[in-house]
């Protein structure tokens, strides 16, 4: 049942894409390529490359997004074939102004309930969806030590977490995997802010420097739990930093990309205004 | 072997060393409490003397990795000295700290850290014995908690 969904969901979007391709108006269309049995983010410009087309993997493509048009200076188009967790990584892109959402054809492809059960996600879907079709959200909750940690007290948690941070081999997986984790700069690996190659990095710094700084942009599509080696659940724990401003602030990330964070100073500035100060300084 | 007045004095430094004193990183706004002596005074004087100062030019530049960072860095408490709301050299500066804070004290329970180590006073600089008062009900709920490390 869920293979016949999947495959139809793949000729729904090979069909969209070759669509896309021939009237021209994309440069391409950023989707997973299936090879040797894995699956990589690929700009398909062909229509003969699209059986190859795969959907049911599950990479974040929005950092790839955002990479190609600065290389291409923002003038070329591209379309995305998007699940709901891609779009809100553009959407908060856009806010940092590192993604021109006008340069992005957004092709909005819905989870499957396995695929959302996966993720424990809560918005298993685009704003559009034109691929596959909408399913409910996941009751996290339910889920794992999630529900168990809100029981905690204090002291347990401490035990809890301590725990599983000691596993932490310090590959910066859940960091590279994470579109919105892009700083240029990073202070995990900056030795005023972390001890520098020592395992297990010292508790709590590395793992909440992380969680801080990504606390109102995170929108919960679990790649960084997912590219974790040793089985850190960071996934669950943003989701609850989540749940924090949703119930505080009434705020989700990658929503609107009008929707300012409530904890966010806006300074008006973006990259690419920095990029321009830095060159000036250089010359 | 130890002769017994060894033992002695090894025990008298364990009972000393016993008494737990926390070590606090202070964050104080330049504005409110630019002088860092009158700051230390807040402080009971054992505090004061392992407490670790910072100058900011507002508390709007207190990032919550500061406060992580001072955690894994081995300090029982971070304390946060800011003009009052409405006061603000800058405006809003204490308010956008205070909601990042308040973020930050949510993540730390989370995480498994006591949030009542991250202590916040928006200070009238004209009236010390209420600051003194209040920072030092934040010292004794971190001696209740005890050390971080
Ligand atoms: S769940 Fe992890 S990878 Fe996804 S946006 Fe949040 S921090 Fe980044
Ligand atoms: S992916 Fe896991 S092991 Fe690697 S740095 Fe992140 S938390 Fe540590």
Same mark, same amino acid.
């Given at each position: 049942?869920?293979?016949?969904?999947?495959?139809?969901?793949?000729?729904?979007?090979?069909?969209?894409?070759?669509?896309?391709?021939?009237?021209?108006?994309?440069?391409?269309?950023?989707?997973?390529?299936?090879?040797?049995?894995?699956?990589?983010?690929?700009?398909?410009?062909?229509?003969?490359?699209?059986?190859?087309?795969?959907?049911?993997?599950?990479?974040?493509?929005?950092?790839?997004?955002?990479?190609?048009?600065?290389?291409?200076?923002?003038?070329?188009?591209?379309?995305?074939?998007?699940?709901?967790?891609?779009?809100?990584?553009?959407?908060?892109?856009?806010?940092?102004?590192?993604?021109?959402?006008?340069?992005?054809?957004?092709?909005?492809?819905?989870?499957?309930?396995?695929?959302?059960?996966?993720?424990?996600?809560?918005?298993?879907?685009?704003?559009?969806?034109?691929?596959?079709?909408?399913?409910?959200?996941?009751?996290?909750?339910?889920?794992?030590?999630?529900?168990?940690?809100?029981?905690?007290?204090?002291?347990?948690?401490?035990?809890?977490?301590?725990?599983?941070?000691?596993?932490?081999?310090?590959?910066?997986?859940?960091?590279?995997?994470?579109?919105?984790?892009?700083?240029?700069?990073?202070?995990?690996?900056?030795?005023?802010?972390?001890?520098?190659?020592?395992?297990?990095?010292?508790?709590?710094?590395?793992?909440?420097?992380?969680?801080?700084?990504?606390?109102?942009?995170?929108?919960?599509?679990?790649?960084?739990?997912?590219?974790?080696?040793?089985?850190?659940?960071?996934?669950?724990?943003?989701?609850?930093?989540?749940?924090?401003?949703?119930?505080?602030?009434?705020?989700?990330?990658?929503?609107?990309?009008?929707?300012?964070?409530?904890?966010?100073?806006?300074?008006?500035?973006?990259?690419?205004?920095?990029?321009?100060?830095?060159?000036?300084?250089?010359? | 072997?130890?002769?017994?007045?060894?033992?002695?004095?090894?025990?008298?430094?364990?009972?000393?060393?016993?008494?737990?004193?926390?070590?606090?990183?202070?964050?104080?706004?330049?504005?409110?409490?630019?002088?860092?002596?009158?700051?230390?005074?807040?402080?009971?004087?054992?505090?004061?003397?392992? %407490?670790?100062?910072?100058?900011?030019?507002? *508390?709007? @530049?207190?990032?919550?990795?500061?406060?992580?960072?001072? +955690?894994?860095? $081995?300090?029982?408490?971070?304390?946060?000295?800011?003009?009052?709301?409405?006061?603000?050299?800058?405006?809003?500066?204490?308010?956008?700290?205070?909601?990042?804070?308040?973020?930050?004290?949510?993540?730390?329970?989370?995480?498994?850290?006591?949030?009542?180590?991250?202590?916040?006073?928006? %200070?009238?600089?004209?009236?010390?014995?209420? *600051?003194? @008062?209040?920072?030092?009900?934040?010292?004794?709920?971190? +001696?209740?908690? $005890?050390?971080?490390?």
């Amino acid at each position: 049942m869920t293979e016949e969904v999947r495959d139809n969901r793949e000729e729904q979007a090979r069909e969209i894409a070759g669509r896309l391709l021939t009237e021209g108006n994309v440069d391409g269309v950023l989707a997973l390529l299936h090879v040797m049995d894995h699956v990589v983010p690929h700009l398909f410009t062909s229509r003969e490359e699209l059986a190859h087309l795969n959907i049911s993997g599950h990479y974040p493509v929005a950092g790839v997004a955002e990479r190609l048009l600065r290389r291409w200076d923002n003038n070329g188009r591209i379309a995305v074939i998007a699940r709901g967790c891609d779009e809100r990584h553009l959407i908060e892109l856009a806010k940092k102004k590192s993604v021109n959402l006008d340069r992005i054809k957004i092709v909005g492809l819905a989870c499957t309930v396995d695929e959302a059960k996966d993720c424990h996600c809560v918005r298993p879907f685009p704003t559009e969806v034109e691929v596959g079709r909408s399913v409910g959200k996941v009751d996290y909750l339910d889920h794992f030590a999630l529900g168990e940690l809100i029981r905690m007290d204090i002291a347990e948690r401490r035990k809890f977490w301590t725990q599983i941070f000691d596993r932490c081999i310090k590959c910066y997986g859940c960091r590279n995997v994470c579109p919105l984790c892009n700083c240029e700069d990073c202070r995990l690996e900056e030795a005023r802010w972390v001890r520098v190659g020592e395992i297990p990095p010292e508790y709590p710094s590395f793992h909440l420097i992380r969680a801080v700084h990504l606390a109102d942009k995170c929108v919960g599509c679990f790649a960084c739990e997912r590219a974790c080696p040793m089985g850190i659940p960071l996934g669950k724990l943003h989701q609850l930093i989540r749940d924090y401003l949703q119930s505080v602030y009434g705020y989700e990330a990658g929503r609107d990309p009008d929707e300012r964070s409530p904890i966010q100073i806006d300074v008006g500035i973006g990259p690419d205004v920095l990029q321009g100060l830095r060159r000036g300084g250089e010359d | 072997m130890k002769t017994e007045d060894e033992t002695k004095e090894t025990r008298a430094s364990e009972i000393e060393t016993d008494v737990f004193q926390p070590r606090v990183a202070v964050f104080h706004c330049r504005w409110c409490l630019p002088d860092e002596e009158n700051v230390r005074s807040f402080l009971p004087a054992e505090v004061a003397k392992r %407490a670790s100062f910072m100058k900011l030019n507002c *508390t709007g @530049r207190m990032e919550a990795e500061f406060a992580v960072k001072a +955690l894994g860095a $081995g300090y029982d408490g971070v304390l946060v000295l800011g003009c009052q709301i409405g006061e603000c050299h800058y405006r809003t500066g204490n308010e956008q700290a205070w909601k990042r804070l308040a973020l930050l004290s949510n993540i730390l329970a989370l995480a498994g850290v006591y949030p009542e180590r991250l202590g916040v006073h928006w %200070a009238d600089p004209f009236d010390e014995g209420t *600051t003194k @008062r209040i920072v030092n009900s934040y010292i004794d709920g971190l +001696l209740a908690i $005890g050390p971080f490390k």
